[in-house]
């Protein structure tokens, strides 16, 4: 990527709600470093680098579940998910290496709530007390669950009368989501699933002032994509399809074949000494 694509790109993901959150001291802040080394480490093992690309893979999930559980295991959902979509509809190294990727992202997901569970740290299914009980600060009400299905049902309707009026929000959502899909074809089911798999932590917190900051990895992939997008010139005037190579012509013999035979007809013929 040249310096001006990379300015751009720095650019949108400052203009974006990755921009402010990044800089707070919240968890949702150090929770992004893990999840765009996490999205990294993704890349290089669906492009062939299995070993480095699955160890940043690794160490991305667990930074990003130690950061903030339920933006990790969003995260963990939209990797797995993808990648069985992507190896159901790829043929041949393409699907050994999505099988990787769900099978590494699921295992890392399935210890951290494992681990978690036997040493009593807060995790995925603790998140409802974390946000009906004052963060941890009150007892975690007893019809919590009853509470965030009914919070669910006013939250998404909301939500969705919400995104119209967004305008240029929505727009650059809409537009980053297709260039992930446009620069890396069939590897963008990955990238969208991800994105979309933001619904788990908001779902769990269903607080329409706080979608940024629970969402924000969802601007993270939308940066993402807006910065392939307009990378996506530069690569094709780069790296432009080659031509296929015209078939090889296959040369007949035209003198000698002729002499040889004219040759062989002499020599057969009475009075040339052949007998």
């Keep these: 990527m040249s310096k001006p694509h990379a300015l751009l790109a720095e650019f949108f993901f400052y203009i974006l709600p990755t921009g402010y959150w990044s800089t707070r001291m919240l968890p949702e802040g150090t929770a992004l470093l893990g999840i765009l080394i996490a999205l990294a480490g993704a890349a290089k093992a669906l492009k062939g680098r299995r070993y480095p690309g699955l160890a940043l893979l690794v160490f991305g999930l667990l930074w990003a579940l130690l950061s903030r559980s339920s933006s990790g295991q969003a995260v963990v959902a939209g990797l797995a998910a993808g990648s069985i979509v992507l190896a159901l509809t790829a043929v041949g190294a393409l699907r050994v290496r999505a099988l990787w990727v769900a099978s590494v992202s699921a295992a890392i997901g399935a210890a951290h709530m494992a681990v978690s569970a036997a040493l009593g740290l807060p995790g995925l299914k603790d998140s409802p007390h974390d946000f009906y009980g004052a963060h941890f600060q009150k007892p975690m009400p007893p019809d919590v669950y009853d509470r965030l299905w009914d919070g669910n049902q006013t939250f998404w309707s909301d939500w969705l009368q919400a995104v119209p009026n967004w305008n240029m929000g929505s727009g ?16 963008g089911i990955v ?3 991800v994105a979309l ?31 392939v997008l307009i990378q996506m010139p530069q690569r094709v005037a780069e790296d432009p399809t080659p031509e296929r190579p015209a078939p090889a012509r296959t040369e007949l013999p035209t003198a000698a074949a002729p002499t040889a035979a004219a040759d062989v007809s002499r020599m057969a013929s009475p009075g040339t000494g052949m007998r």
């Design 191 to 193: 990238w969208i699933a």
């Design 197 to 227: 798999c933001t619904a788990l932590p908001l779902a769990l917190h269903p607080a329409m002032g706080d979608v940024d900051r629970i969402g924000v990895h969802f601007w993270l992939v939308v940066a993402l994509g807006l910065a």
């Design 172 to 187: 650059l959502a809409l537009i980053g989501l297709v260039g992930l899909g446009l620069a890396f074809r069939r590897l």
